[in-house]
């Protein structure tokens, strides 16, 4: 990753001249805003980073566990390691991390011309990253939190009439990719755009997958992230609690088979496995035959 696009991530997605001292923290937003607030502190944005603590190894723990958990840990003055053994829901214990080889785990310097520990660290929590003593990393909150998607706050808390927040709905569908896609788009391996929709890895990349769904470029921009996710609640787990969002555009459906009973999105936006423990739903909303859930059956707009 170049230095442009790590000082993009870092940066997002506050005002670039904003340093620490602009952001609030979301713990000041609760005394006027108690429902979002106590809402958002159980969503996985908010527990995606937290210091480990045992018997979880390692010193930090990345993901809030709703699919998986990698440690992180800090091996010298200047050097991290993303451990290779990763805890998996779906397997309910530690397997090899996606992307690695063995249970050595990959040691990168901090300052590694690829940055990966800081943009690791900057996806995953809120507000600006500092380094301390040794160029230990410093996040300023952990987790993604408001100021993440309301940009900072400081100023709104001590004067919320004369200092208004923006929010992602104000956003065009276009626009709301593109900012949910600072974090939701680069896959993290690499740091690589990987824009080919028949590629696995891709399966994470719903600002790309859903671009390409024929919902969104002949909804007449009324298809978004929040559409379907309430920027302050968990993720919905249950298949069927997407239907009336499907049926808001979809009122009449003539199936030619049974489709009875069944949640739209089991058939039309199938799990994607990337790597042996994760799934990801095919946020290109389509019609797909059982054994391919990447491309669909009857292809429309780009392959
Ligand atoms: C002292 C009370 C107070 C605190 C603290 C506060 N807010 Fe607000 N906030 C308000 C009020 C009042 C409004 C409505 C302002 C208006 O409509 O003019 C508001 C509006 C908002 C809006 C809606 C903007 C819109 O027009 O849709 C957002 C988003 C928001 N606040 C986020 C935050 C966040 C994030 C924090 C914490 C970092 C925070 N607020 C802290 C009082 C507060
Ligand atoms: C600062 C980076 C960042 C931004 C910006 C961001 N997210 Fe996330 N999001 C994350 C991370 C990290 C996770 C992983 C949480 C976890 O560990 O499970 C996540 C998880 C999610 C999840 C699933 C919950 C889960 O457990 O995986 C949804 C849904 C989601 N984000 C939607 C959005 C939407 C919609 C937007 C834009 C309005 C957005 N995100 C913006 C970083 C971000
Ligand atoms: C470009 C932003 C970004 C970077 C860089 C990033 N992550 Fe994430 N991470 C996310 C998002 C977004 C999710 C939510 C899952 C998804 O992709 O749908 C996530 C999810 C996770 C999860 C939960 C399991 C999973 O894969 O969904 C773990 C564990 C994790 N990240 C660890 C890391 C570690 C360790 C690093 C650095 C080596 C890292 N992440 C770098 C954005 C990022
Ligand atoms: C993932 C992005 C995201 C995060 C994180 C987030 N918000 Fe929001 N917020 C939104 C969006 C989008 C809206 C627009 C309303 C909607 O679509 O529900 C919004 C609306 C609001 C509003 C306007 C009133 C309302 O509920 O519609 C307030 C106040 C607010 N958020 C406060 C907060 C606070 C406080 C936090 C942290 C505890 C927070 N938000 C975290 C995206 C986010
Ligand atoms: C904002 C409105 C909107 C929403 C919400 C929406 N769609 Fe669509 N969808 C459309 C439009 C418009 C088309 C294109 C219709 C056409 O071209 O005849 C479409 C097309 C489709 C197609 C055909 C796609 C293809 O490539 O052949 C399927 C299947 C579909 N939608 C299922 C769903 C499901 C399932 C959901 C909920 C998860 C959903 N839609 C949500 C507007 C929407
Ligand atoms: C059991 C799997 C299944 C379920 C459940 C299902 N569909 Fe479908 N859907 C299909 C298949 C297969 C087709 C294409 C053949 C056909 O029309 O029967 C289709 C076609 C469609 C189309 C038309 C696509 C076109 O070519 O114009 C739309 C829109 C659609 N479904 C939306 C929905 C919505 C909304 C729901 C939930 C209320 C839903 N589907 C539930 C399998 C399913
Ligand atoms: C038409 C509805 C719809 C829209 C629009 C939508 N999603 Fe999703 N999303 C879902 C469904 C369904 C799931 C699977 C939930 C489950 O079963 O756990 C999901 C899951 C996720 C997850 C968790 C990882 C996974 O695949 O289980 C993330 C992260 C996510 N969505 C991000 C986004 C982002 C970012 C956008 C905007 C680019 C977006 N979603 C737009 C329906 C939608």
Redesign the pocket.
């Known amino acids: 990753m170049s230095f442009v696009a790590l000082s993009a991530?870092i940066l997002i997605p506050a005002a670039l001249a904003s340093g620490p001292a602009d952001y609030a923290g979301a713990e000041a937003c609760r005394p006027c805003h108690s429902a979002n607030f106590t809402s958002q502190s159980s969503t996985s944005h908010a527990h995606?980073l937290a210091p480990s603590s045992p018997p979880q190894p390692g010193d930090w723990a990345?993901?809030?566990g709703l699919?998986?958990?990698?440690p992180?840990t800090r091996v010298g003055p200047d050097s991290y390691r993303?451990d290779g053994l990763?805890w998996y829901r779906s397997l309910n214990g530690y397997a090899i991390t996606?992307g690695q080889h063995d249970e050595k785990g990959v040691v990168f310097r901090t300052l590694d011309p690829a940055a990966?520990?800081l943009?690791?660290f900057?996806?995953?929590s809120t507000g600006p990253l500092s380094l301390g003593k040794e160029e230990e990393i410093i996040p300023h909150e952990l987790g993604v939190r408001c100021e993440v998607c309301h940009g900072p706050a400081a100023t709104h808390v001590r004067d919320p009439s004369h200092s208004r927040l923006r929010t992602p709905a104000e956003l065009t569908a276009v626009a709301m990719n593109r900012f949910c896609g600072q974090?939701?788009?680069?896959d993290?391996e690499t740091?690589e755009e990987l824009t080919d929709l028949r590629d696995p890895r891709n399966a994470?990349d719903?600002p790309l997958r859903l671009a390409a769904s024929a919902c969104f470029l002949r909804g007449g921009g009324r298809l978004n992230c929040v559409t379907c996710h309430p920027p302050h609640q968990q993720v919905d787990q249950s298949a069927s609690s997407y239907d009336v969002r499907c049926q808001s555009c979809h009122r009449k459906l003539v199936h030619r088979q049974q489709v009875a009973g069944q949640a739209c999105v089991s058939c039309h936006m199938p799990r994607i496995p990337n790597g042996p423990y994760?799934t990801?739903a095919n946020h290109r909303i389509a019609t797909y035959s059982p054994g391919n859930p990447i491309l669909p059956a009857t292809p429309r707009g780009p392959r």
């Open positions: 991530i995606a990345f993901g809030a699919q998986a958990i990698t992180v993303e990763t996606l990966r520990f943009t690791c900057a996806c995953h974090c939701h788009r680069t993290s740091g994470r719903q994760l990801f």
